[in-house]
């Protein structure tokens, strides 16, 4: 295993668990908050009692994605990164603290920011897909089917979650989501160490 794999599997881990601990903390210090019902983007919102943390969760999880972009070679999944930097950087409003906001009957009003950061994070699911689609493409045209499998399930099943297809709570439902993702990355990133070649 050279350096640069192993750096960037070190990287992508520590981003996926920073990810966790951050959000961890962030709701936990966040009063009434319900990690089963309300977003995790909420954490970092306007009217959030410490939104540093969920400052720290969106940093944990781009630094991931390029780690992933860099190790595989695609633009895609760096664009998919800085889309979801603008998504952590836009913050949305909870005036009444990120417990319940726009979870269930307690739904905010639309703002500005708030709207980017949507934007932002849609923008990153569509660029992972279209990564992993892109990458599933590469992997087929060098032969390697199993990756190429691997990587279109890694296309389709986090932007099939994110339609929330299954009768779970709003919080269950997004971080089974962001689960989704992750794996893709952790997937992608663990794959055996040379990059594929094959360019359209």
């Known amino acids: 295993m050279t350096r640069s794999a192993l750096l960037a599997r070190l990287v992508v881990v520590l ?14 210090r966040e009063p009434g908050y319900d990690p089963s019902v309300d977003y995790l983007s909420a954490l970092a919102a306007v009217g959030a ?19 992933t972009a860099w190790r595989v070679g695609s633009p895609l999944l760096a664009q998919a990164a800085a889309s979801l930097a603008i998504g952590g950087a836009f ?29 932002g994070v849609l923008g990153y699911q569509l660029l992972l897909s279209a990564a992993m689609a892109h990458l599933a ?29 299954l009768p779970l709570d709003a919080g269950v439902s997004q ?26």
């Open 15 to 28: 981003g996926v668990v920073g990810f966790w601990t951050f959000a961890s903390i962030g709701a936990a």
């Open 49 to 67: 009692t410490e939104p540093s943390w969920g400052f720290a969760m969106f940093a944990s999880a781009t630094l991931a994605v390029l780690a």
């Open 91 to 119: 913050r949305g409003s909870c005036p009444d603290g990120a417990a319940g906001c726009n979870a269930g009957a307690l739904v905010v009003a639309p703002t500005l920011p708030g709207q980017v950061h949507s934007a």
């Open 137 to 165: 493409w590469r992997c087929r045209a060098a032969g390697r089917r199993r990756a190429a499998v691997a990587a279109l399930a890694g296309s389709l099943v986090p932007l099939l979650l994110a339609t929330n297809p």
């Open 175 to 200: 971080r089974l989501w962001v689960v989704s993702g992750q794996f893709v990355l952790l997937m992608a990133v663990f794959w055996p160490a040379r990059r594929t070649t094959v360019h359209p």
